[in-house]
């Protein structure tokens, strides 16, 4: 244990910033935004960049606020929800690790795909091999720092990648910009379905654990909140702005996107059976990093043991069977769309209900401490956040019960 506290202690607190902004980051663009970016560029064009842009704004404004009043607490999302709300805690736990599980579900199945691309695999061996490949990672001496590296070459990947393919593609930026800024018609439902796919669920909450786990906690601390999370969020929207543009390039030239795979669809028009190939490293690194990002952040939420001579062989057998269990789903069921549909929709509702209660403990001397007061327009624009993603969660499930 006094090895542990050594190894946690030679990391900066912005090394462990950008740890955290990086996992938040690639958690948010995994193989189910992938699949629906393409979907949705598919349908309205250009004018899905408006989606976007809606995105990074509500990214910013959630992000800025859960990390900053993580940090400055010094508690977990759970902890601070039960001060507030006594006994919610435990009910955003279990939505929290019940959207990741199933989410986790996905993501094993796309690292799994990727590999099946890549290496002619079959899908469920795949999803074998990336399991017990993030499981290693996980049980790994100074697991976090591995962890953290593996996701950071990782994301360097994707950029890589999506910036070959641009290269590639003769990208309609003028029509982009105008319709993003100024679009012709608007889809409520893209906009709900992007939002609660990138910052709801367990993604709004895996930074700030992240920087506790890293030791980076207080008043003190806030400049690295504001980098690692505006970091995590210039990464994350990068690689949607560009999957963005690979898509809308080979959507103008009027080809029909395989509804079966509309991602995939992209890749191979833009650069063939290479740009196939690029697809198949894309989604493994995409479903590795999400993988990652929603073991890490579903166990946080159930760790509730203040014993930290057990805490960590408990949280390493509680990371293992997590991911054991989502692949054997996976293995035997395989990826199962209407759970997934209902998951996505309780992220909706997830969101709202702890960036409430959360906004809440902002204002509240005795868990935020006396000299700290939250900025007024971080405080505001959250509360719009909530009433909107409120709102658009409620209709997505009404949608579903009809």
């Not at 601070?80 to 019940?98: A, D, Q, R």
């Not at 599980?101 to 795909?113: E, P, S």
């Not at 929603?294 to 509730?304: C, N, P």
């Not at 909706?348 to 900025?375: E, N, W």
Request: charged share 10%.
């Amino acid at each position: 244990m006094k090895e542990k506290d050594s190894q946690v202690k030679k990391r900066s607190p912005l090394n462990v910033a950008m740890g955290a902004a990086f996992m938040m980051a690639m958690a948010a663009v995994g193989p189910g935004f992938l699949t629906q970016n393409a979907t949705f560029t598919g349908k309205m064009g250009a004018n899905f960049g408006f989606a976007i842009l809606i995105c990074i704004i509500v990214d910013v404004i959630v992000q800025l606020n859960i990390w900053r009043i993580i940090i400055v607490s010094g508690k977990h999302a759970q902890v601070l929800v039960n001060e507030v709300v006594p006994g919610l805690g435990y009910v955003l736990t279990g939505l929290i690790v019940f959207g990741g599980f199933v989410f986790n579900i996905g993501n094993i199945g796309g690292a799994g795909l990727g590999l099946n691309v890549l290496f002619g695999i079959s899908p469920e061996n795949g999803a074998l091999i990336a399991a017990v490949c993030a499981i290693g990672l996980f049980l790994a001496r100074n697991a976090m720092l591995v962890v953290d590296r593996t996701v950071q070459v990782l994301a360097v990947i994707k950029v890589a990648i999506l910036v070959y393919i641009l290269a590639v593609v003769t990208v309609p930026y003028q029509s982009a910009v105008v319709h993003t800024f100024a679009p012709t018609s608007v889809d409520f439902y893209s906009i709900v379905t992007i939002v609660g796919g990138t910052v709801g669920g367990y993604i709004s909450f895996s930074g700030g654990h992240k920087l506790l786990e890293g030791g980076v906690k207080g008043i003190d601390n806030v400049k690295y909140v504001n980098e690692g999370a505006l970091t995590g969020i210039g990464v994350a929207s990068g690689i949607r702005i560009m999957l963005f543009l690979a898509g809308l390039a080979v959507v103008v030239t009027g080809v029909q996107l395989d509804p079966a795979n509309p991602a995939a669809t992209i890749f191979k028009v833009a650069a063939g059976n290479f740009g196939y190939k690029f697809f198949g490293l894309l989604l493994l690194a995409a479903g590795m990093t999400s993988v990652l990002g929603s073991t890490f952040t579903s166990i946080s939420f159930l760790d509730y043991n203040k014993n930290q001579m057990g805490r960590k062989n408990w949280r390493s057998w509680m990371i293992v069977l997590f991911i054991i269990a989502s692949t054997a789903v996976f293995y035997i069921v395989g990826n199962p769309a209407n759970v997934l549909v209902i998951a996505g929709a309780l992220n909706g509702l997830i969101l709202p209900i702890a960036l409430a209660i959360l906004l809440v403990a902002s204002t509240r001397k005795k868990i935020m401490g006396t000299v700290y007061r939250h900025p007024r327009w971080l405080l505001y624009t959250g509360w719009v956040v909530v009433a909107f993603m409120a709102y658009a969660g409620i209709k997505t499930l009404l949608n579903i019960s009809l």
